[in-house]
C-alpha cells in the first residue's frame, strides 16, 4: 500500500498518464509535493533520532532485555561473566595495585566496589547483607580519597588488592565467576550505587571483620582513640552462624613466652612444662591474669607475672583470632581458646548475614553497628 502523501499526489493527477507523457510542468508539482512531504517527514523523526543516540543503554537493549556489548562497556556491566571498566562520565577511577601481579589495575569506583564486595563478603550471603558491605566497602574508598590519600600506596596506587586496605578480586578474577554469582554481586553494588555512610556529613571510617563475640568493641578500646559512631553494640548472630565463633590453639610454653618477648626465668610458674613439647608435667598459668574487660567483652589488660598487655597486643602478638581469649593448661601446653575474628571494631559480616536472614534491610544493618550515621548519596562535587 502506498503511503498517504503518495496517494494525494497521485489523485491531484490522472491515475491513466503515463510519467513521460507529463509535461514538464506537472512533472515539477510532483517533485514539488514530494519533496516538502520528505521534509516534513524528516522534521518529525529527528528528534526521536537525537534523543536515541543520547541514550545508548536504554535504547540498545536486546529483546530479552539485556545490554548489547557496546552498552555494557559504557555502563561498566557485565556481561556472559565480563566485566567492563567503563564508567558514568563522572565516576571517578581508583587504581588497584594488584600485589600478585605486581601490576595496576584502573576502575570505576562502583567496579572497585564489585570486586572488594566479591572478596570481603561471601557471595552465598543474603542480598541485604551484601549491599551492607558494598555501602561500607564504598564508603571507605571515599573517604580515603577525600583525604588526599590518592596515589599512596605501591607504585603510585590509590590502594592495593590485601586486607591492609580492603581486599579486592581483579577484573581478570571476577570474570572466572558464575553467572548466578555475577548477577548477585550486580544487584548489590547497582541496588547501593553512589551510597555511603556519613556522619555529620562526613563519610565515615568503615572498619568491618568477621565475626564477633557476641558484641562489638569501642575503637578506642582497640586503638586509644574513641570514634563516636564507632561503638560496642550487641551482635547475638555470629555464635549461631559462623564457623569462625571459635577458635582452639595450641602453643608450647617456650613459644608463648617467646612471642610474648617474656623471659623465662620472669615466670617460675612456666618452668614446669619449659622445654617439653606435649609432656605430662602441664604449665602452672596462676601468673596470667585479667586485670579489666571492654565494653565488647574483650581483653583490656591482662599481666603475665610482671609483663602487662593490651588485649589487642596479646592477640597481636600471639597471631590470635580474637582478643576474646580463654586459656588452660593441657598435656604440657597452653590451650588458648578464642571467641570471634578480627579486632572487633564496626560492622561484623557474620553479624550483617544473621540480620539479613532474619528481615533486615541493608540500611538496618548499617545503623545497626555504626551508630548515628545516615545514608548520603555520593557525588564528585562533595
Do not use: C
Not at 601490576?103 to 570505576?108: A, L, N, T
Not at 577458635?247 to 610474648?260: A, I, N, Q, R, W
Not at 623465662?264 to 601468673?287: C, E, I, M, R
Amino acid at each position: 500500500m502506498l503511503p498517504e502523501s503518495t496517494r494525494r499526489v497521485r489523485r491531484l493527477l490522472p491515475i491513466r498518464w503515463k510519467w513521460r507523457k507529463r509535461s514538464p510542468k506537472e512533472k515539477g508539482l510532483v517533485r514539488g509535493v514530494l519533496w516538502t512531504v520528505s521534509l516534513m517527514m524528516l522534521a518529525l523523526l529527528l528528534p526521536l533520532l537525537l534523543v536515541a543516540k543520547g541514550n545508548p543503554v536504554q535504547d540498545s537493549r536486546s529483546a530479552s532485555g539485556q545490554l548489547s556489548e557496546s552498552s555494557a562497556r559504557q555502563s561498566g556491566s557485565v556481561i556472559d561473566g565480563k566485566i567492563y571498566e567503563h564508567p558514568a562520565a563522572t565516576e571517578p577511577y581508583i587504581r588497584v595495585f594488584l600485589s600478585g601481579a605486581d601490576k595496576i589495575e584502573k576502575v570505576p569506583l562502583e567496579q572497585y566496589v564489585r570486586g572488594v564486595v566479591a572478596a570481603e563478603m561471601p557471595i552465598e550471603f543474603e542480598l541485604e547483607a551484601l549491599k551492607a558491605q558494598a555501602i561500607a566497602s564504598r564508603t571507605y574508598i571515599v573517604r580515603r580519597m577525600e583525604q588526599g590519600l590518592a596515589g599512596k600506596a605501591e607504585k603510585g596506587a590509590d590502594v592495593n588488592d590485601t586486607i591492609s586496605y580492603q581486599a579486592y578480586l581483579s577484573l581478570e578474577e571476577l570474570s572466572k565467576k558464575d553467572a548466578e554469582s555475577i548477577k548477585k554481586l550486580n544487584r548489590a553494588v547497582n541496588e547501593t550505587s553512589g551510597q555511603i555512610i556519613t556522619y555529620k556529613d562526613k563519610p565515615i571510617e568503615a572498619l568491618f571483620f568477621s565475626t564477633s563475640n557476641g558484641y562489638t568493641e569501642n575503637a578506642e578500646d582497640y586503638w586509644n582513640n574513641p570514634v563516636p559512631y564507632l561503638k560496642s553494640v550487641e551482635s547475638p548472630w555470629d555464635a549461631m552462624i559462623s564457623p569462625r565463633y571459635k577458635s582452639v590453639t595450641e602453643m608450647s610454653p617456650d613459644d608463648f613466652l617467646t612471642k610474648l618477648s617474656i623471659p623465662v626465668q620472669a615466670v617460675p610458674a612456666f618452668g614446669a612444662g619449659s622445654n617439653h613439647s606435649k609432656s605430662s608435667t602441664s604449665p602452672s598459668l596462676v601468673d596470667m591474669k585479667v586485670i579489666d574487660r571492654t565494653a565488647g567483652k574483650r581483653i583490656g589488660e591482662l599481666k603475665i607475672g610482671s609483663y602487662a598487655f593490651t588485649g589487642r597486643e596479646f592477640r597481636e602478638k600471639l597471631g590470635l583470632r580474637s582478643s576474646d581469649v580463654e586459656w588452660k593448661s593441657k598435656n604440657g601446653m597452653i590451650e588458648l581458646t578464642t571467641y570471634g575474628y578480627g579486632h572487633g571494631v564496626g560492622m561484623s559480616q557474620y553479624g550483617a548475614q544473621g540480620m539479613a536472614l532474619e528481615g533486615a534491610e541493608a540500611k538496618s544493618i548499617i545503623t545497626h553497628y555504626y551508630q548515628g550515621v545516615k545514608l548520603t548519596t555520593y557525588s564528585v562535587d562533595r
